[in-house]
């Protein structure tokens, strides 16, 4: 008889108590900060867009994408 295969593992996400603030990447470059930028949705899709404010704002966006006001959002 075989033993039983391991268990899998799940790998998780979670916020920092106070999250970074980003910044953008020069030429994609992480060693090359310019400069910072707030977390908000995208501005071609909702230009009376607002930064983000609980946490690191992925939850925030993650209700903008599935919004029913987004346009590229099948319905």
């Given at each position: ?26 030429r994609g470059n992480p060693g090359n900060r ?42």
């Open positions: 008889m075989r033993p039983a295969p391991a268990a899998g593992a799940a790998m998780v996400l979670t916020d920092a108590p106070q999250p970074t603030t980003p910044h953008v990447f020069l310019g400069v910072a930028v707030p977390r908000q949705f995208l501005e071609v899709l909702d230009p009376t867009r607002k930064p983000f404010t609980e946490g690191s704002g992925r939850l925030e966006l993650a209700r903008a994408i599935a919004s029913e006001t987004n346009p590229l959002t099948a319905r």
